[in-house]
């Protein structure tokens, strides 16, 4: 079993880093393989609707040239997804909204019904708005939340100064420990069976 989390910060190795990190470590313990994949500060592209994902069936967007389909490829590997971002203004880094949401549109079939969890770093404020938003995105693709003992947040400025946020740690490793125990009823008997869904009806309230 296998942890795909990405790493929503510019910073190669800020809080960020430090709370997925505590994370990564602690999955390792339950002897789930875990990866930390970075944004980067390249620049990436917004979804424009352009709509050749789906059109075409490429099963990945059609823009090539940022970290999106990097981290499309290493969902065919992963069991379920974990995304963590700074804080920006009470909300989520722009730029993994912007990648994010370009994986889900094009590549859907890779994150269904797999376990996730969001986490929000922040100097003072706004983590829980940005928390929620993250949420958003897995509850639309039938993606198990995974929970911790409070909301997936921790606190720090400079870098490494979450380390010091002793019940923002413990949280992360207790969303590990949550994680890891999910996978393991989930894969117990092989494969995992996911429910039958009814086929998607589609409503538009203009018409």
Known sequence: ?????????????????????????????????????????????????????????????????????????????????IVGTPVYYGQPNGAVLAVMQRVFFSASSKVENKPAASVAICRRGGATAAFQTMNMMFEMMNMPLVTS?????????????????????QTMRTLADNMAWLLKKIHADGDPAYPEREPWQPMHFIR
């Open 1 to 81: 079993m296998k942890v795909l989390l990405i790493n929503g910060s510019a910073h190669k190795e800020g809080n960020t880093f430090t709370a997925l990190s505590e994370i990564a470590r602690q999955l390792e313990k339950q002897g789930v393989e875990a990866e930390i994949v970075q944004l980067g500060n390249k620049p990436v592209r917004g979804c424009i609707a352009c709509g050749q994902c789906r059109t075409k069936a490429l099963g990945r967007c059609t823009f090539d040239d940022d970290v999106c389909n990097r981290i499309v490829e290493k969902l065919d590997g992963a069991d379920a997804l």
């Open 149 to 169: 003992q409070y909301w997936n947040i921790a606190y720090g400025r400079e870098p490494g100064q979450a380390a010091l946020d002793t019940e923002g740690m």
